[in-house]
């Protein structure tokens, strides 16, 4: 049985090159991070596979860059990990964005991708029960 640490260290080793990626203004080697039909959500709407991954990333300013802290990881089947991050995105011109990241990555042949992305943005308005 894989333990939550092994888990992390696959998100962190798959997280670290999204990041580099993100960093670097380098759409094409985030989206290769990604499954060939890897569902994909961030802030606007979403899309399925690497091209709409990698247009994502392109449409994003210069200078973007992304810091990411897990919170949860959960291992749903052989060959999956799920992750729970808080997400902190800054900018050259406009304060930092905070959103919540759900990934899923799976195991293939040759390593771990990313098969679903999901950003929430949580207002920190008045809570509810």
């Known amino acids: 049985m894989t333990s939550s640490t092994d888990d992390k260290a696959i998100l962190n080793d798959v997280l670290d090159r999204w990041k580099a990626g993100v960093d670097a203004h380098q759409p094409e080697r ?47 089947a052989d060959g999956l990990v799920m992750g729970y991050l808080d997400v902190d995105f ?7 964005l905070a959103v919540k990241l759900a990934v899923l990555v799976t195991r293939a042949d040759d390593g771990w991708y990313i098969s679903h992305y999901q950003v929430s943005r949580l207002d920190q308005g008045p809570q509810r029960a």
């Open 30 to 76: 985030v989206a290769a991070l990604f499954t060939e039909d890897a569902v994909f959500q961030g802030l606007h709407p979403y899309s399925v596979g690497r091209q709409g991954v990698a247009g994502y990333y392109a449409s994003q300013p210069l200078g973007l860059k992304a810091e990411y802290r897990i919170l949860e990881t959960r291992r749903p």
């Open 90 to 96: 800054t900018f050259t011109d406009r304060p930092p």
